[in-house]
């Protein structure tokens, strides 16, 4: 399945398609990440093709538009305000290099514990109103407000001696959390399914039970209405919810029309949109860029489920 991903995300010329074989294994993963029942449908591929391809397409450009890279090292700490915001100190850098578990496991790994590596450096940014104190002029102000930037929950992802097989991997991932995302909605569904389904069985346990035993203690023209009635209301609800969500195949048609929606519009789904910030080097937002508190520009990623991450290429150096 990797050497699939190499192929579809390696490098395309514009006029070039990716292989029908290619395109039928991503079709296969889609399923396979999801909802595998959907090959029940005779024409889940032929549907699912132009979303796939669509997201496919979605996510090369997004891994490919994350910007320069940026390196990690004690040298450019001192140099790079943008390094600078994402840690509070050089000590917090090394600790993230030293304990990030998939840089460690990377290496660990053969040959690969004294070369450079590249990986996708991820983590939240905060940012908090608080009060302070301010300089104005030559005069000292307490309790301004002020609003405090922070990065936090550092991670690496894909670490590889590649920047190339990096963003491979990227993508990978990128096409994978639509996936995710695809079968939240699908398993969503179908929880209404199952609530409804359960809710039915209890109702007409009750019903049956009424039935059986009588009508209770109303007597006919009494202004209370009989358990029965509400409990035939509620089933003839419950029914007709049910006819509106068919039968399994039906169901299975739902499944697949979430998939091909999450997919065709992989750009509502996830995606990144530059986060502009003037940041001095205590971490106080300004409004006007300074000296010492350069305007920066950092890439943000969000999904359609409501997390936002800021994302950056980096070198962690040999």
Not at 146 to 174: C, F, I, N, W, Y
Not at 195 to 201: A, E, K, M, S, V
Not at 227 to 248: M, N, T
């Amino acid at each position: 399945m990797l050497r699939l991903f190499h192929s579809i995300f390696g490098t395309h010329k514009a006029d070039q398609r990716y292989p029908d074989t290619l395109i039928n294994m991503a079709i296969e993963r889609t399923v396979d990440g999801t909802d595998p029942w959907l090959r029940g449908l005779s024409a889940y591929r032929r549907k699912l093709r132009p979303a796939v391809v669509h997201a496919i397409d979605h996510v090369v450009t997004l891994v490919d538009n994350l910007g320069d890279v940026l390196e990690l090292s004690r040298k450019s700490y001192g140099e790079d305000p943008q390094l600078r915001l994402f840690f509070i100190s050089t000590t917090q850098m090394a600790s993230l290099l030293k304990s990030d578990p998939r840089l460690s496991a990377f290496r660990n790994e053969a040959g690969h514990a004294a070369e450079p590596i590249w990986a996708l450096l991820v983590m939240a940014c905060e940012q908090r109103q608080t009060f302070g104190v301010a300089l104005q002029g030559e005069t000292i102000v307490r309790d301004v407000s002020q609003v405090t930037v922070s990065m936090s929950g550092h991670r690496l992802l894909d670490p590889t001696a590649d920047l190339a097989e990096t963003r491979r991997l990227l993508k990978r991932r990128a096409f994978d959390h639509l996936l995710t995302l695809a079968l939240a909605e699908i398993t969503a569904a179908q929880h209404v399914r199952e609530d409804l389904t359960q809710h039915r069985t209890l109702l007409q346990a009750k019903l049956d039970f009424l039935q059986r035993g009588g009508w209770g203690f109303e007597s006919p023209g009494h202004d209370i209405q009989p358990p029965e009635v509400e409990l035939q209301r509620q089933l003839k609800e419950i029914d007709s919810q049910f006819l509106e969500l068919g039968g399994d195949d039906r169901y299975l048609e739902k499944h697949l029309e979430i998939l091909v929606d999450v997919l065709a519009n992989a750009e509502q789904q996830l995606w990144a949109q530059p986060l502009p910030l003037i940041v001095d080097r205590m971490g106080i937002k300004h409004h006007a860029a300074a000296e010492d508190a350069p305007e920066l520009t950092l890439t943000e990623l969000h999904n359609k489920a409501g997390l936002r991450m800021v994302a950056q290429l980096v070198m962690v150096p040999a």
